[in-house]
Nanobody
Framework: VSLVETGGGLVQAGGSLRLSCAASGHILRTYAMGWFRQAPGKERELVAAISSGGSTDYGDSVKGRFGISRDYDKNTLYLQMNSLKPEDTAVYYC?????????????????WGQGTQVTVSS
């Protein structure tokens, strides 16, 4: 399974970024997928997830600000991040599970992308 993230970068607080994850087509259509993040000195945490049926779930710290979506034609998973805060600074990882439904956890992840850095300045 190939997962390739793009779209990270440096943004000021209050700004927006959209992350993209190019994935194998059948993975995107079949399994639950998600975005995780890991800040220095902290554990990797779930940011957002989407089930094979389209249900979504978000970490408490990003609810109302981030949105997860997918485009089957482009075989791409997205994470739209709005109203960014300095505490959102982390490496963001695209992840594919082997389950269809939510919730997903780190233990249930089958494949990880290489990660993309998001830095939010105050």
């Amino acid at each position: 399974v190939s997962l390739v993230e793009t779209g990270g970068g440096l943004v000021q607080a209050g700004g927006s970024l959209r992350l993209s994850c190019a994935a194998s087509g059948h993975i995107l259509r079949t399994y639950a997928m998600g975005w995780f993040r890991q800040a220095p000195g902290k554990e990797r945490e779930l940011v957002a997830a989407i089930s094979s049926g389209g249900s979504t779930d978000y970490g408490d710290s990003v609810k109302g600000r981030f949105g997860i979506s997918r485009d089957y034609d482009k075989n791409t998973l997205y994470l739209q991040m709005n109203s960014l805060k300095p505490e959102d600074t982390a490496v963001y990882y695209c992840a594919a599970s082997l389950q269809y439904h939510l919730p997903i956890t780190r233990a249930g992840i089958n494949s990880w992308g290489q990660g993309t850095q998001v830095t939010v300045s105050s």
